[in-house]
């Protein structure tokens, strides 16, 4: 029964000093000022990426505007052997296409507009600018597949 009362005091003793060890993990106010420095950090790190991503597109302004400068060339040689098709093409197919060719070329000069715009944006107005500008050459795109098309179908090679 010693020996037994003798274990209990030993186990009793040592899960006292077990539970009662000063603990390696930092008070919660601590630890929540840790993660709050963290998230701040991180915070930072994040809208500093996101600034020099906006500064690597706007950096890359004169490279976009040569890229569309050359894309909007190819697309004013294409309209024009569209044309010359439309001009052999019969009265009729000429006078239904005409309308066709006309706004497409509007849409180009529009397009010419933005692309000015384009080469004066400021970093401010650099993503609106080249927005308007994608979307101008979207729908100029689409709008000369449409008309392609049509010359396709309706005028013969």
Not at 91 to 114: C, M, S, Y
Request: glycine share 4%; with cysteine; hydrophobic share 40%.
């Amino acid at each position: 029964m010693k020996s037994t009362q003798l274990a209990l005091v030993c186990l009793a003793t040592l899960a006292l000093a077990v539970g009662c060890k000063p603990s390696s993990e930092p008070p919660a106010t601590e630890t929540r000022q840790a993660t709050e420095r963290q998230f701040d950090q991180v915070k930072q790190e994040t809208k500093e990426a996101a600034q020099a991503m906006n500064d690597y597109a706007y950096a890359q302004k004169t490279e976009f505007v040569a890229n569309m400068q050359v894309q909007l060339a190819e697309i004013n040689r294409e309209l024009d052997q569209l044309a010359a098709r439309i001009e052999k093409a019969s009265d009729a197919a000429k006078a239904e296409a005409t309308p066709k060719l006309q706004a497409l070329r509007e849409q180009v000069a529009k397009l010419n507009t933005h692309l000015d715009e384009a080469k004066g944006a400021t970093e401010s107005t650099w993503d609106d600018v080249k927005a308007g500008f994608n979307q101008g050459y979207r729908d100029l795109k689409e709008g000369f597949n449409q008309v392609r098309q049509w010359v396709s179908e309706k005028i013969a090679p």
